[in-house]
């Protein structure tokens, strides 16, 4: 099975999925995600067998509510976005605000799926009310039906009946974790590749994190973090505290599209942070992990 990404959703981790999955030990009970976004590793373990069951969580009501309807009603969503996309034809831009505006009133999940396969960059963006104001891209309809349908039906069959859905702070979250479980966050931490300057739903306090990391560290719960990045000349995202005992593994995530805008050919490159809790049930040292290193070369800028 081709692995799915239902959600189209700016700063996905499906193109790094393997490479995160690599470091996910074969005997976990669960695997969280906090902030799932589009659940690109959730979906990847999944298919690859890694977790028996999930968690996945985001602050971002309609989207949770989304994942509701794709993993447990995956045909009303289906047909809901069939219709929404069949609808547009002729009168797409139109018809793209009438739908932002009744998802702005309505917070429907149907709508948002509509509005992530035809906006900017699969982007979420609200404006200071918290109103969804992304603008459509005009050279594209969204994902066709057909497709869209294959991934839904896809993702729900890999995560039907073992996922647990919620929309809380992650916070709430990560307290639940046991040792035979794994974490994978990957925070919206402005400058950071993964919300790359864009606005999530929101943004997170730097020190209300690392404490969590702290408590996650003393509990000895398995954790992997997705945190900053750099191109070869800028680093993003504030240095986290030694004395975590985090490993860090730099993966080469593709060209920047930025430095690829003004002419330059810079490569970009994302940060995974290990906990000791996982290292030691990996049982690999900090060579093999500096190994690791040299290993991938993916495309992460075209991947929502
Ligand atoms: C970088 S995205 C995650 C992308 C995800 N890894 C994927 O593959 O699509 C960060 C997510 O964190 C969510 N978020 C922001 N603040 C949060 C909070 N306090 N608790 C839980 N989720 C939060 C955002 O809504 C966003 O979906």
Known sequence: MRT???????????NLAPKILSFIPSDIQTLFEPFAGSAAVSIAAALRKKSKLFHLNDINKPLMDLWELIIKKPEVIVKQYAKLWHDQKGNEREFYDRVREKFNKTRRPDFLLYLLARCV???????????????????RLGRHPSLMKQDILAAS???????TLTCQDYREVLSRAKKHDLIYM?????????????????DLEFETFVSSLY????????FILSYDGRTEDKTF????????GLKKIEIKAGR???ATLLGRNHFTYESLYLSK??????RIDSKEITDHKSIQQTEMFSSY
């Open 4 to 14: 799915p990404h239902p959600i189209p959703y700016q700063g996905s981790k499906r």
């Open 121 to 139: 960059k699969a982007a979420i963006r609200y404006n200071f009310d918290g109103e969804f104001n992304q603008s459509p891209d005009n050279r």
């Open 157 to 163: 069959y890999l995560l039907k009946n073992r996922s």
């Open 186 to 202: 990957d925070p919206p931490y402005q400058g950071t590749f993964a919300s790359g300057g864009f606005r999530y739903f929101k």
């Open 215 to 222: 408590d996650l560290t003393s509990r000895d719960i398995p």
């Open 237 to 244: 995202g504030k240095p986290l505290p030694q004395d975590l």
């Open 256 to 258: 920047s599209s930025q």
């Open 277 to 282: 809790a996982l290292i030691v049930k990996l």
